[in-house]
């Protein structure tokens, strides 16, 4: 993500992790000057990565599991018609590129800053691109899975919704810049469309070693279940948002927790008997392929180094699509351990979001030019503290870094799953 950057002197202070400045002086629409094309997408690096993933989750398709055929050909057409989506998206990025540009949208690297790099202009908000290839890919998958009568169609209908408006609110505030308390509230409003549409229980289930004690085994929470999926949606969203500011930080956090979703709900529905049960979480997967297909293709031109940036709109976009996967496919308490790296980087951030600690606009580590190394300074963040803890590295060593510490947090969740079961829930 990069946070935008205006003229004046006295811009308020914001929670994000800037790793740009934008500049959107003087926007000349007439200016056809030609731009200088973008660096190559790195699809092969990304190849190997997702392989990481690719191996693991079709083995528990096709082969641990005894998933109905009729279901995992709904999971394969959603990943073919992903697949497609992937590859629109590597050769529609270097074309929205261009525009950008030409509308003065982009930023500088700010961790680069005192190289030659430092000074390139670089095209921002191409989430934009992911978030609208994803739109399309999702509805044009209706047409295979879902009938006129289905009565997951109105959710489904009802979480594109809140998505695409969360998306549109994302671009709207990397063009217009408005306050971080401003940010905090704008999920607030694209989750209602959901909240509103959402049919499903209100119920949880009481854990085991408590049920003596509230003499019950289910509890309908009525209108407080529905609070919690609002304020589960304003978290996830801003949790990405802020977790951030390093080149291709909010893409892989977001492709990891990603691929440990999907895994999950994988193991969900080769493991239980309830037809019910199975079409939530394959519900979720239906939301998150496309998701992880489309974030690929743009971290293939975010990864170090970046030659484009996210913007808040692939931040807020990223973040809701996991919050509406996370309450539609009822795995709320799941996704929370999913989302543990952002859960401490929002306690670190706490002190500077209440305005206990001074706030600087950009919370990001120190670069040495001369080095190419950062170093972490005091503010309230993980990336931050992990330099303070680990030493200086490069941006791309600390990058990898927080991601291996994302996985191994997934990592944690489904182990946590393992020991619990049957004595949990």
Not at 12 to 29: D, G, L, R
Not at 282 to 287: C, R, V
Not at 330 to 350: D, K, R, W
Request: proline share 6%; with cysteine; charged share 10%.
């Amino acid at each position: 993500m990069a946070t935008k950057k205006r003229p004046s002197t006295a811009a308020p202070a914001t929670v994000n992790q800037p790793e740009s400045s934008i500049n959107t002086e003087n926007p000349k629409s007439g200016d056809s000057s030609p731009e200088p094309p973008i660096a190559p997408a790195k699809v092969y690096l990304i190849f190997k990565i997702s392989l990481i993933f690719l191996i693991p989750y079709f083995y528990l398709i096709f082969y641990h599991y005894k998933i109905e055929s009729e279901l995992r050909r709904s999971i394969l057409i959603n990943a073919i018609v992903s697949l497609i989506g992937f590859f629109v998206t590597v050769t529609m990025i270097p074309v929205a590129s261009k525009y950008v540009l030409r509308r003065n949208l982009f930023g500088y690297d700010i961790n680069k800053k005192g190289t030659p790099q430092g000074s390139v202009k670089v095209p921002e908000s191409l989430g934009i691109i992911v978030g609208a290839v994803f739109l399309v890919v999702a509805i044009l998958f209706q047409y295979f899975n879902f009938t006129a009568d289905s009565n997951w169609l109105v959710e489904y209908n009802a979480a594109l919704s809140s998505i695409c408006f969360m998306m549109l609110l994302g671009f709207v505030d990397d063009v217009l810049d408005v306050p971080w308390r401003v940010k905090l509230l704008l999920p607030s409003i694209a989750a209602l469309p959901l909240l509103m549409a959402y049919a499903g229980h209100t119920t949880i289930i009481i854990p085991k070693p408590l049920v003596s004690y509230v003499g019950l085994e289910i509890l309908d929470l009525g209108c407080i279940y529905k609070l919690y999926m609002w304020l589960l949606a304003i978290f996830c969203t801003n949790s990405i948002n802020i977790h951030a500011g390093i080149n291709g930080l909010e893409v892989g956090q977001t492709v990891v927790i990603a691929a440990a979703i999907l895994i999950h709900n994988i193991m969900q529905i080769g493991a239980s008997a309830d037809p019910e049960y199975k079409l939530a979480h394959a519900f979720s997967i239906y939301l998150v392929q496309p998701m992880l297909a489309t974030s690929l293709a743009l971290l293939s031109y975010n990864w170090y180094p970046s030659s484009v940036f996210v913007g808040d709109t692939f931040t807020y976009f990223a973040g809701m699509t996991m919050a509406v996967a996370g309450i539609l496919g009822h795995f709320s308490e799941t996704l929370l351990i999913f989302f543990l790296p952002q859960v401490l980087n929002f306690l670190l951030s706490v002190p500077q979001l209440a305005g206990i600690v001074p706030c600087p606009r950009h919370r990001l580590p120190k670069f040495d030019p001369q080095t190419g190394l950062l170093t972490g300074t005091n503010d309230g963040t993980l990336v931050n503290l992990f330099l303070r803890q680990l030493g200086r590295m490069s941006e791309q060593s600390l990058c990898v870094v927080l991601l291996v510490f994302q996985a191994l947090c997934c990592g944690f969740c489904f182990l946590l799953r393992w020991l619990l079961t049957g004595w949990y829930k």
